[in-house]
């Protein structure tokens, strides 16, 4: 039903603004590494490209992370990367996220609301979008309750985090403003 859409400008525009570039892999900040480096004031350091101590090291910091939140098996502690790689595995994560949203969206879109469900699906992870009630309401035509869903996700580990809150205030007004567009039209 969606087939015809590719994520546009304005989307990877989103993407990237709200994502860091780091060409170092990093502990997730709700990891348990994370939490301790946080614990022992090191975490800014750490997104600095500090070495971290050995001592908390034993932690997970799964998912280790880089680039513009590019997640995966091959990221790991010590790992250092160019930004042509950094830029080929968010084109390969944006690429994933806009097959999810294509494959489970039963609902025509526009490009805006098209946008605003990728980055989120490119942050929240296939399997999440794909149990969420924000999809459910979607695919049953309750494009408002849809909108107010977006708001809920605003946590990492359970903690709310000011940069998911803005974010998902981003995805919500893109997401709304393609619904009002299609309201309009209609």
């Avoid at 989103?14 to 348990?32: G, I, V």
């Avoid at 750490?46 to 908390?56: D, K, N, V």
């Avoid at 605003?116 to 929240?124: G, K, Y």
């Amino acid at each position: 039903m969606n087939e015809n859409l590719k994520y546009s400008e304005q989307g990877m525009s989103l993407t990237q603004a709200a994502e860091t570039l780091y060409l170092f892999a990093y502990p997730d900040p709700a990891s348990p590494l994370a939490k301790e480096l946080q614990r022992r004031g090191l975490w800014l350091a750490t997104l600095r490209g500090e070495p971290i101590p050995a001592s908390p090291l034993g932690l997970s910091g799964a998912p280790w992370t880089g680039g513009w939140g590019h997640t995966g098996a091959e990221m790991h502690y010590g790992m250092t990367f160019s930004r042509e790689q950094a830029v080929a595995w968010l084109r390969q994560d944006v690429a994933s996220a806009e097959a999810t949203v294509k494959r489970v969206v039963r609902v025509g879109l526009n490009q805006e609301e098209y946008d605003a469900l990728v980055d989120l699906v490119f942050n929240i992870g296939s399997g999440n979008f794909n149990t969420s009630t924000l999809l459910r309401k979607l695919n049953a035509g309750d494009t408002e309750g849809a909108i107010a869903e977006f708001a809920r996700w605003n946590k990492a580990g359970g903690v709310v985090l000011a940069g998911l809150v803005k974010r998902r205030e981003a995805n919500r007004a893109l997401f709304q403003l393609g619904a009002n567009h299609q309201r309009r039209a209609a």
